[in-house]
């Protein structure tokens, strides 16, 4: 697409009242329709501050006072479990209650699991599609 064509879109969407080009055109999740998207996002959260923890203890362990950091390193190492545990488990169906991001996970390629595990848009095991944010059932 030139940059002519999309001057001319961008003409068009002004005298037509489409939504700018720069908005997500990306439909809300299975989990944010349900509800549910604030316990990905802690459990994600999580498994970042694991691995930073875990690191900061790797590389500091070797230094002096080695016990602490290797508690550091070890307290990192839980912290990323409890994490991806909670990441797998967070997110249930409120038709089948299965764990929507295990089952994508346990079912899916593995390239595409990840990506597959945030944006889709129904139940991988029922194809329950909520409406909307909040039409699911909270649980
Ligand atoms: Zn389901």
């Keep these: 697409m030139s940059l002519h ?32 998207a604030r316990r990905l996002w802690v459990a994600r959260w999580l498994v970042m501050f694991g691995g930073v ?20 390193l070890l307290a990192g190492v839980g912290i990323c479990v409890v994490g991806i545990i909670a990441q797998c488990l967070s997110i249930r169906c409120p038709r089948c209650h299965v764990a929507v991001v295990w ?3 346990t079912h899916a390629k593995a390239g595409a ?19 909307n944010a909040g ?3 909270r649980m």
């Design 5 to 36: 064509d999309i001057a001319r879109q961008e003409r068009r969407r002004r005298t037509t009242g489409e939504p700018p080009l720069t908005v997500s055109t990306r439909p809300p999740s299975f989990a944010e329709r349900t509800g549910q």
């Design 113 to 131: 699991a990840e990506k597959l595990a945030s944006f889709q848009v129904a139940c991988p095991n029922c194809g329950y599609e909520p409406a």
């Design 103 to 105: 089952h994508t996970y």
């Design 53 to 72: 923890t875990m690191t900061l203890g790797a590389y500091k362990a070797r230094a002096a006072s080695a016990d602490t950091w290797l508690f550091v």
């Design 135 to 137: 039409d699911g059932e």
